[in-house]
């Protein structure tokens, strides 16, 4: 069985464990980077990105995240977690973990006041997924490899590259698990490649 850790430092971390337990997968609470090591896949959620970037730093996570990308094991970032995984940030000198190919806009769709809902085609779904944008990012561009999911008006808001799976909504607080569906055949792909 596969087992999906959540990075526990802020942000809907139950919703995300509901999803990946409603997929079969083991869903395990993450708070240390010692963790990691034990871990098929990884999602990063929502919150403030800021704030989440600081407190990786301030517990060793940003070595042991970057770590465990290069190992290829499937990481998943919501909202917040798509700033963080950002090669690059429009406006800001640095970014966080600088792992996937994407400049992002923080913030790009307004303030909490802007949140909306919307049901948006993704790619490789045959229905609208109804996806909730809370102080929602967008992705400004992309690398030749990063595979668009879906956009909105042009804005990027879900991309997939390698092991890498972005959106820019919170699909934890949806009924739908699409998205951690497709996640979990990530993780199991890159389980086979790995025990290979």
């Not at 996937?100 to 909490?112: P, T, Y």
């Amino acid at each position: 069985m596969a087992v999906i850790g959540v990075l526990a430092l802020q942000g809907a971390v139950e919703e995300h464990l509901k999803q990946i337990i409603n997929t079969g997968s083991e869903a395990v609470i993450v708070k240390h980077p010692k963790q990691l090591e034990k871990l098929d896949g990884l999602i990063i959620p929502g919150g403030e990105s800021t704030a989440i970037g600081r407190l990786m730093a301030r517990y060793g996570f940003i070595d042991a995240i970057k770590d465990f990308s290069n190992q290829k094991k499937p990481i998943f970032g919501t909202c917040a977690g798509m700033v963080l995984v950002a090669n690059e940030l429009e406006g800001s000198e640095s970014a966080h973990l600088e792992i996937m190919d994407i400049i992002v806009k923080r913030n790009g769709f307004g303030r909490q006041i802007d949140s909306f809902e919307a049901n948006i085609d993704i790619k490789g779904m045959e229905a609208p997924f109804q996806a909730l944008f809370i102080r929602a990012p967008y992705i400004l561009s992309t690398g030749d490899q990063v595979e668009i999911l879906a956009r909105i008006d042009e804005k990027i808001v879900a991309a997939r590259c390698d092991h890498m799976l972005v959106s820019a909504f919170h699909p934890e607080l949806t009924d739908d698990n699409r998205f951690y569906k497709m996640f979990s055949e990530m993780v199991e792909s890159s389980m086979v490649s790995h025990s290979s």
